[in-house]
């Protein structure tokens, strides 16, 4: 894609047998020279983004992305050379892959609406600098950190070495 990928305001249902969740949106192994952003989107099923290459931007800025029984976003092995967001009241119901993802700039984790919903996998992952809250945090056993690599907090993000501990203590208990 020579630009932009943007989905802003719409719906993708895509229900599979015995009413399971399929695909929504596959943009698997693509090139993107621009930014992608899924603004108060939508999603029943899975929206795959696996080994994408984005040039500019990943924002899910007021997203819905429902797979509450698999991958509500497979974003494994993507590399974005600037910032991803998660903001703006998002919601994921399911899991949201990131396992080998490399993020150029930061990784914003803030506004989640649905902790309870979420299993956050960033295994083997790569950041630059962490934008998160407390409430944002998924619920204890899941998060996935195994591997996981970053450069530094920013400042408005929790920093303090207790503060982390909590963070790291919400890993599902066989990576403890």
């Known amino acids: 894609i020579g630009s932009d990928l943007a989905f ?8 599979g047998k015995d009413n399971l969740a399929a695909d929504a949106l ?20 899975q929206v795959n ?12 800025s007021g997203c819905h ?3 509450p029984k698999g991958l509500a976003l497979n974003a494994e092995r993507i590399n974005v050379e600037g910032n ?20 150029g700039q930061y990784f914003q984790w803030q506004g989640l609406k649905s902790r309870e919903t979420v299993t956050l996998n960033l295994q083997h992952a790569k950041v630059g600098s962490i934008i998160d809250e407390v409430k944002s945090w998924p619920e204890k056993g899941k998060l996935r950190l195994d591997g996981f690599v970053y450069d530094n907090f920013h400042h ?13 203590h919400r890993q599902s208990s066989e990576q403890l």
């Open 65 to 67: 992305l429902n797979n």
């Open 84 to 103: 991803v967001a998660f903001n703006g009241d998002f919601k994921i119901e399911g899991e949201m892959k990131m396992m080998g993802a490399v993020v």
């Open 26 to 45: 596959v943009a698997e192994m693509m090139e993107i020279k621009g930014s992608v952003f899924l603004r108060k989107f939508k999603a029943e099923g």
């Open 49 to 60: 983004l696996m080994a994408t290459r984005v040039r500019g931007n990943f924002e899910c």
């Open 8 to 15: 802003e305001g719409g719906q993708i249902q895509n229900m």
């Open 156 to 168: 408005i993000s929790p920093i303090s070495a207790k503060e982390r501990l909590k963070w790291l």
